[in-house]
């Protein structure tokens, strides 16, 4: 991107964007981001035959300054880097809902529906790269977005670069994240993967004096984590629309119902929640904390627990 800037003069307040965030409870909190470095992929499959693209990965370095941390926390620690991502999946649009319908589509029904646009995070693990640590967690949207991947790294105190990957698919008849699945993810990640492995961080002599100054324990890998009831409401909000853009020839094309088996879509939402390390992995998470757990899990190897793929 040829008009994107070499080097940035993180002093100047003048580059510091505010980005507001509001939690599920109505708090509202803010944090400062720098657009560091921007670019995209395109996939391309059989010429006529699967059209222009198959789908593209885009990558957004951005640099995130939160400055309203409690007193005597820092990013350089690991549990504080683990709340930050935590953050992203509740309070950031990660966390956001729309609005559902009844299964029947009842116009009488007046009840306000809420359904999560993401389920996230899932595949938490710490990551070495090139000598330096990143947290790591995925999204994966359940209306109309694309899946969503990110890495985090601290840099200071109050700074860490967050990398986020953004994979779009476009492939004939499939109008909703579900029915995406057949077009696999697996080159996009191996891409992303590759890109990662190329990255190399230097800290400034500031952040390096820092760093020193904090204390992590050995083994110690906290980690976000996804809820039980959010994988229960994310196997309704996708089968819900499972249907969305997509034609069911077994079905009449007006009028029938052209969404997924629920128990299909309860199994992909099984497989896409299981831990999947990636190459230089130092922790892992679970595929996600039952109703009665809270807060960053501490289990650096947690086993995942069964999921009822019909629940």
């Not at 926390?73 to 009844?102: F, I, P, W």
């Not at 007006?254 to 896409?272: N, T």
Request: proline residues 7%.
């Amino acid at each position: 991107m040829e008009n994107q800037a070499d080097s940035f003069d993180l002093d100047s307040s003048e580059i510091w964007l505010p980005h507001e965030q509001e939690s599920r409870d109505g708090a509202k909190r803010i944090s400062h981001e720098v657009e560091i470095w921007t670019s995209g992929w395109n996939f391309t499959g059989r010429p006529l035959l699967d059209g222009e693209s198959l789908g593209r990965l885009l990558m957004q370095i951005d640099l995130v300054e939160a400055r309203d941390q409690p007193v005597n926390s820092s990013l350089l620690q690991r549990r504080e880097l683990a709340r930050l991502a935590q953050d992203y999946c509740t309070d950031d649009y990660l966390g956001s809902y729309h609005k559902g319908h009844a299964e029947d589509r009842n116009p009488f029904d007046l009840t306000q529906y809420r359904w999560p646009d993401y389920l996230g995070p899932i595949n938490s693990q710490w990551l070495d790269r090139n000598g330096g640590e990143w947290l790591y967690f995925e999204a994966q949207p359940l209306h109309q977005h694309g899946d969503s991947f990110y890495w985090l790294h601290s840099i200071g105190h109050q700074r860490c670069l967050r990398v986020r990957f953004l994979v779009e698919r476009s492939i004939p008849n499939a109008g909703n994240p579900y029915r995406e699945q057949r077009s696999p993810l697996d080159n996009y990640r191996q891409l992303m993967e590759n890109i990662m492995d190329s990255m190399t961080v230097e800290l400034s002599e500031a952040a390096s004096i820092e760093k020193s100054n904090i204390h992590n324990a050995d083994g110690d890998y906290p980690l976000p984590h996804c809820t039980e009831q959010l994988v229960k409401e994310a196997k309704h909000t996708l089968y819900m629309w499972s249907g969305a853009g997509y034609t069911d020839r077994t079905q009449p094309k007006q009028g029938g119902d052209h969404r997924a088996p629920k128990e299909d879509v309860a199994a992909f939402i099984y497989q896409r929640v299981q831990p999947r390390p990636l190459p230089g992995c130092l922790a892992i998470g679970q595929a996600f904390l039952s109703d009665n757990e809270s807060g960053p899990t501490p289990s650096p190897q947690a086993d995942a627990p069964k999921l009822s793929q019909n629940g």
